[in-house]
């Protein structure tokens, strides 16, 4: 009992240290990504496709590119915070949790919260960064961790296909 004490203390501690983020703003920003976007990577070209589902309530990326398997991330609320789930080609579900949004710059950073299919030392997607520009084009910055490091750190810069 006292270690669950404890725990809910540090918890509510390390909530009340964070900076308190415009989610919902965030997340209509998420949501005016909906349509078809193009990058040009090392890995080729990648196609990006975002969806609103769920009445609003869900957006689904889904990411193809021609040397790499399709991935999928869903974005969506839980309460006055912002998650993803990012479906991972390296076979894991990594969480993450917007923990700052600038409305000026449309700068969303995402941070780790938690995943399954993980173990300690997995490879996985860790944070991931947006800068929402305008509504021809935006950037991610995805950071891989591995054996609790980060390992690469990958940057795309997209453009409106339609």
């Not at 590119?65 to 006055?80: C, L, N, R």
């Not at 960064?129 to 961790?145: E, K, N, P, V």
């Not at 490091?149 to 997209?158: A, G």
């Amino acid at each position: 009992m006292k270690f669950f004490a404890m725990t809910l203390l540090c918890l509510a501690a390390a909530a009340a240290d964070r900076p308190a983020i415009d989610s919902a703003e965030a997340f209509s920003r998420v949501k005016s990504l909906a349509g078809e976007w193009e990058a040009t990577t090392p890995m080729g070209k990648i196609r990006t496709t975002y969806e609103v589902i769920a009445g609003g309530t869900a957006v689904v990326e889904r990411e193809r590119g021609e040397q790499m398997p399709e991935m999928m991330t869903v974005y969506h609320m839980d309460g006055k915070r912002l998650l993803l789930t990012h479906y991972c080609m390296a076979g894991n579900q990594p969480r993450m949790e917007a923990r700052a949004f600038d409305t000026a710059s449309g700068e969303l950073r995402f941070a780790f919260l938690d995943g399954t299919n993980l173990t300690p030392a997995a490879g996985h997607m860790h944070n991931a960064t947006f800068r929402l520009t305008d509504g021809r084009h935006f950037s991610s910055t995805w950071q891989f961790y591995e054996n609790g490091r980060l390992k690469n750190e990958e940057q795309f810069d997209y453009t409106r296909v339609r």
